[in-house]
């Protein structure tokens, strides 16, 4: 079959039944504009979505030049002073405590420049003073501190205003997913409420006459159906609205009813199954009738029979009950395989990446880590593949790596024990014990 030929800068054909995985992505890519609706949440309700605008400092950081140390603060000119009157290669020096600076407590009074106040850490430094020295470097009297002048240069121990951020200045740019972090940075900068982008809404359902749903009897020939669940944790971590539509059986007037639900509440919709031989074409035929299919198969193992398309809304003038959505804009489609390790495959490599662009986000590239194979893995050129792995620190520090058990798309326990993916690039051959290989971690992934 040949790709829709509006996509911009890509030939008009390709040759699907092997598209390579990077060029699925910018395909996919290509095909994003990012949903522009806002709204303005409570702080703590931030975590996890993506701001809508960069975050100007409306303070500068610290607000006021200030004590990293718990000790005493004097000026460095007593230092100066004490260096010219002495004859002495490390001068000692005197100064009288006149007060204290706690945190939240400023010290109001003057400040001599032979004397000090005591300050905590986090302190205001009273105007005429720039240096503290901790208390454990001067011995004390009851009225005043004895220290070397070596012991502490001018300057030392303070944290200067605006030295983090300066007023003004941008402390958080629009499309960052806000992390813990950054929800104390805005804390820190006073700020109460946020402009994020929307969630994205994404529906997703099971095709299949074979499954049913945990809980109910499992029929001869039957399975459960795991991948509603999978889609669902996924989603979750990545803070989209989810509409679950359930086991829709493999019957084009269910499939295409369950669709015109997809579309009519969602930005995306998701469905497992139904897209290898034979089932796939009632598929193939709704979303050319409706939409329009950017590419279906991909170069990559497990994860094949991916299709990736859109779908157009019915009816644009009539908007759903839920405010936000865009009636207008095509409902994105991605028709996941039906095998289980093969639907979360394609959500990383894919799916993932398109989630984030629809939802404004910057890019979240998923690390990668070089790691030494433990075992002979083969590999054949001309596909993308991720075995499933388990990756750690040999005795040489090194990361090592090592393939899970069954390496079957439907295996759901290899990939439960797994954590990493080893990647296998199209081009790449068999791969020698002790060789090095790039390792995907889990971790910040699923
Ligand atoms: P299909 O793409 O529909 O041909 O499905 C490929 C394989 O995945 C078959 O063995 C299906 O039974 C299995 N499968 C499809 N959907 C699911 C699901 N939701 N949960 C678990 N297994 C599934
Ligand atoms: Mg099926």
Redesign the pocket.
């Given at each position: 079959m040949t790709l829709s030929n509006n996509l911009p800068g890509c030939p008009a054909q390709h040759d699907t039944d092997a598209l390579p995985v990077n060029i699925a992505q910018a395909l996919v890519r290509q095909w994003i504009s990012p949903l522009v609706a806002t709204e303005r949440v409570p702080l703590r309700e931030a975590l996890g979505r993506v701001l809508a605008s960069p975050i100007d400092s409306p303070l500068a950081v610290p607000a006021h030049d200030n004590s990293a140390m718990d000790g005493f603060a004097f000026s460095s000119a007593a230092l100066q002073a004490a260096s010219a009157a002495s004859t002495s290669s490390v001068p000692e020096l005197e100064l009288a405590v006149v007060g204290r600076a706690l945190a939240g407590h400023p010290w109001r009074g003057d400040v001599g420049s032979m004397q000090c106040v005591r300050i905590t850490t986090g302190a205001w430094l009273p105007d005429a003073c720039d240096t503290v020295i901790p208390h454990e470097q001067v011995e004390q009297t009851p009225h005043a501190i004895r220290f070397s002048a070596a012991a502490v240069r001018g300057g030392a121990n303070c944290r200067r205003a605006g030295e983090d951020l300066q007023a003004g200045q941008i402390a958080l740019t629009a499309g960052r997913i806000v992390r813990a972090a950054d929800l104390g940075l805005l804390a820190s900068l006073g700020i109460s409420t946020v402009n994020v982008r929307r969630r994205l809404r994404v529906a997703f359902f099971?095709?299949?006459d074979?499954?049913r749903s945990p809980g109910e009897p499992l029929d001869p020939g039957c399975?459960?159906?795991?991948?509603?669940h999978t889609l669902f944790a996924l989603l979750q971590r990545m803070n989209c609205d989810t509409l679950d539509l359930g086991?829709v059986r493999d019957e084009p007037a269910a499939l295409d009813a369950a669709l015109r639900t997809a579309v009519a509440h969602a930005d995306v919709v998701l469905t497992?199954?139904?897209?290898?031989a034979g089932?796939a074409d009632f598929t193939q035929t709704l979303l050319q009738t409706r939409g329009e299919i950017a590419f279906r198969g991909l170069a990559l193992r497990p994860g094949r029979?991916l299709t990736f398309g859109r779908i157009h809304p019915d009816k644009p003038a009539e908007s759903p009950a839920d405010g936000q959505l865009d009636t207008t804009r095509a409902t994105l489609f991605f028709g996941l395989?039906?095998?289980?390790v093969a639907v979360m495959v394609t959500f990383a490599l894919i799916v993932r990446d398109a989630l984030l662009a629809l939802a404004g986000a910057q890019p979240q590239p998923v690390t990668l880590l070089g790691a030494r194979s433990r075992v002979l893995l083969r590999k054949r050129a001309g596909r993308t593949e991720y075995p499933r792995g388990i990756a750690s620190r040999g005795s040489d520090g090194q990361w090592q790596v090592a393939p899970t058990g069954s390496q079957s798309s439907?295996a759901l326990n290899t990939m439960s024990e797994a954590n990493c993916f080893i990647v296998l690039s199209h081009e790449q051959t068999d791969v020698s014990p002790g060789e090095m290989v790039d390792i995907m971690l889990f971790d910040g992934l699923f």
């Open positions: 099971s095709t299949g074979e499954l399975v459960y159906d795991s991948n509603r086991i497992s199954g139904g897209v290898s089932e029979p395989p039906g095998n289980p439907g």
